[in-house]
């Protein structure tokens, strides 16, 4: 059973920066995955932030070009999202999927002055 526990999510004020995670357990071979971020901010549709392929490829949603970095550590099987001038319009529950359509529980961003 494969599961994805994202972690770093908080309060930040505008501008301001974050480092998630997303650390994958099980029986699991995290470096042929694709992986990616998502959120979902209440009311409105889960969307893509980034994603990031098995060779490092990234592809960006249309929100986090130039803000948002996507990076992987296969060796420590987890995934990160460096987040780097922050808008309140970020705010969201930030969660990890993989290829094969797993999801991890997600962390709350809420960006606030």
């Known amino acids: 059973q494969v599961q994805l526990v994202e972690s770093g999510g908080g309060l930040v004020q505008p501008g301001g920066s974050l480092r998630l995670s997303c650390v994958a357990s099980g029986e699991y071979f995290f470096n042929l995955y694709p992986m990616g971020w998502y959120r979902q901010a209440p009311g409105r549709q889960r969307e893509l932030v980034v994603r990031i392929t098995r060779l490092g490829k990234v592809i960006y949603g249309s929100s986090a070009e130039g803000r948002f970095t996507i990076s992987r550590d296969d060796a420590k099987n987890t995934l990160y999202l460096q987040m780097n001038n922050l808008k309140v319009d970020d705010t969201a529950v930030y969660l990890c999927?993989?290829?094969?359509?797993?999801w991890g529980q997600g962390t709350q961003v809420t960006v606030s002055s």
């Open positions: 999927k993989d290829s094969a359509d797993n």
